[in-house]
């Protein structure tokens, strides 16, 4: 596996004489690691190392596709009071007929030119989409799934130079939480959407609980919990201050976010998985497929 | 008693390859055990640095099985024994001898690093009035036993170099540094240095850290992540500035 192989920077590693000082650089002759960096793939490693990158590229992978054919649809986005949270919040109904009651600008606008089809899901996915790509959690996972950088800890890489997030376009990583300004919006809306999916008849004027409620709920409650544990807001809520004691309310809210941090990764899926059921839901009470349960 | 085949790496700063070794180990034995029974009846100038026995000095890093282990504290039944156990010195660092690696650059790269310097006490007597909870962020970086086997994980510094080109400290001069700047009672400001010359952004948060620190310090999460959002803070928020500039900013 390793060949041996001569080291050409090796050279006495020469330490400050003065150990206690501090150095502004690092010796010039820094001596080079002997064993050989191990290409592409290659690892010593013996446990299935490939296997959780392999589970989060087909669930990432698996969500992009759904995700982008139900945009895509233009179609059984609602049923009774229901909405699904890919077209949430409805800027224009993209339908010829009647307005959805979840438009909130109604009918697609008569200046729009009629060659250009509107995808009312696209004008907001840009939002959520943003906000789990430049999460913390997700940056890490994908650049092992998707980009293989490293493809797993200790497997040989295939990239020669690296610039990280150091440089551009990486560095644009660091606007993550604009999205988490958005991301809070949407709950807010979305959590409007659960209080609409609880009216039903022609006139949404009747009161009930169906089992689509509950969905779109479930859907608040895990989006909440992803949010909510989101570095950039604990950084925000209290994270930044070193005397954060001092200051009773953000230490709790501090405490708070910090509960949901420890189980980002956790919420980052449930919150995934449960968006895109939620729009398959809908869509399939939608389609006459399947037969929402009214509760209540 | 079973037996098992150990391919150690054998070599120095020139190279080095594997050599196997078969011998007996029996139950309870740690990957140190084998390695010291191996050097005491095979092979007595193999080089193989420990100390403590017990996870505390940080002496005895290498890479079983290709991942950076404290071999003392690695038991023989978490490894599948139905073939031969790997054992080679860390992969980031150059090479003494045998196991052992030449972790110097390390010491080199914690002088960097702004010292602490006390913000003005808040009691005449001199002294600063510190709540629990300030305090406690901090002392989980204190647990650090320096075994740098973070440092070896690290693919910018095992496959890039970075931390031996000055380009990068590596995650545990980043807990070092967390340390530092969210301690109660510091004053000094790294967040230039963090951003440039340690390389922060380098950082890609996969965190092999965390997973092979064996004092279970919650490096990205806790240490890193807050250093990447306070240099994004002063550095790539630019909203931020414009709420400073008409003097709705928060302050530190
Ligand atoms: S999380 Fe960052 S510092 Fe830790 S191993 Fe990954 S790239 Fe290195
Ligand atoms: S942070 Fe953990 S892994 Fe890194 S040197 Fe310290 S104890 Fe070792
Ligand atoms: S870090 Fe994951 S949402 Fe902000
Ligand atoms: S010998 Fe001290 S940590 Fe292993």
Sequence with gaps: MHSPSPNPRRAPFPMSADPTARAETLPETLPLPTVPRRPFLQTARTDRWWSKPLVVFLGLSAFIVYSTWAALQNAHFEFAGYLSPMYSPLFFDPGAGAPSPHAVFGAQPSWWPGWIPLYPAFLILWAPGGFRFTCYYYRGAYYKSHWASPASCGVGKAQKGYRGEQRFPLIFQNLHRYFLYFALAFLVVLSIDVYRGMWFGPNHDEFGIGLGTLVLAVNVVLLSGYTFGCHSLRHLVGGKLNLLARRPARLRAWNRVTWCNERHQLFAWLSLFWVGFTDFYVRMCSMGLWADVRIL | ?252
Aim: charged letters at 30%.
């Design chain 2, 1 to 252: 008693m079973p037996k098992t085949t150990f391919k150690i790496w054998r070599g120095d700063s020139k190279g080095g390859e594997f050599r196997a070794y078969e011998t007996e180990y029996s139950e309870g034995m740690v990957v140190l055990d084998v390695v010291h029974k191996i050097q005491a009846e095979q092979a007595n100038d193999l080089a193989v640095r420990w100390n403590c026995k017990a996870g505390k000095c940080g002496s005895c890093s290498a890479e079983v099985n290709g991942q950076p282990k404290l071999m003392c504290m690695t038991r023989m039944n978490t490894l599948p024994l139905d073939r031969s156990v790997t054992v080679e010195p860390m992969q980031a660092f150059p090479v003494e001898k045998d196991l052992v690696a030449d972790v110097s650059v390390n010491y080199e790269i914690k002088k960097r690093i702004k010292p602490f310097k006390p913000r003005p006490p808040d009691h005449d007597d001199g002294t600063w009035t510190m709540h629990q909870a300030d305090v406690e962020r901090s002392q989980e970086f204190r647990k650090c036993i320096e075994c740098f086997l973070c440092q070896d994980v690290c693919h910018v510094d095992r496959d890039h170099h970075y931390h031996l080109e000055g380009k990068f400290i590596g995650p545990r001069f980043f807990v070092h540094a967390a340390y530092l700047d969210m301690h109660p009672a510091d004053a000094e400001d790294r967040l230039a240095d963090l951003k440039e010359r340690d390389g922060v952004g380098y950082c890609n948060i996969t965190k092999c850290c965390t997973v092979v620190c064996p004092e279970h310090i919650t490096i990205t999460d806790n240490a890193i992540i807050p250093l990447k959002e306070r240099v994004a803070d002063r550095y790539y928020d630019p909203l931020a500035k414009v709420l400073k500039v008409i003097g709705l900013g928060g302050k530190k």
